[in-house]
């Protein structure tokens, strides 16, 4: 009988091991898809997924990105 109660514990160890492991997983970073940018052009702030990137440098448009290259 002792054998099987090991058994027992051996498995609930495996399942709260599994379970702590599984839940200090971090959560799919999705931080970068939210972060807001500022266009070096008007200032107005957007997304940086949609904004336009020249060096280190954000734009609301690409006619922004041009224009303010052409301004330098
Ligand atoms: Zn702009």
């Keep these: 009988m002792r054998i099987l109660i090991l ?3 051996g ?11 599984r839940r200090n997983k971090p959560p799919t970073p999705k931080l970068s ?5 500022k266009c070096r052009h008007c200032d107005l702030h ?7 990137q020249s060096g280190d440098d954000y734009y ?11 301004s330098k």
Excluded: D, F
């Excluded at 898809?33 to 940018?37: D, G, I, Q, S």
């Excluded at 957007?46 to 336009?52: D, K, M, P, T, V």
């Excluded at 609301?60 to 052409?70: R, W």
């Design 7 to 9: 058994i027992a514990i």
């Design 60 to 70: 609301c448009s690409q006619e922004h990105l041009e224009s303010h290259h052409q």
């Design 11 to 21: 498995l609930l160890l495996y399942v709260i091991i599994g379970n702590l492991l």
């Design 33 to 37: 898809t939210e972060k807001m940018v």
């Design 46 to 52: 957007i997304l940086e997924q949609e904004a336009i």
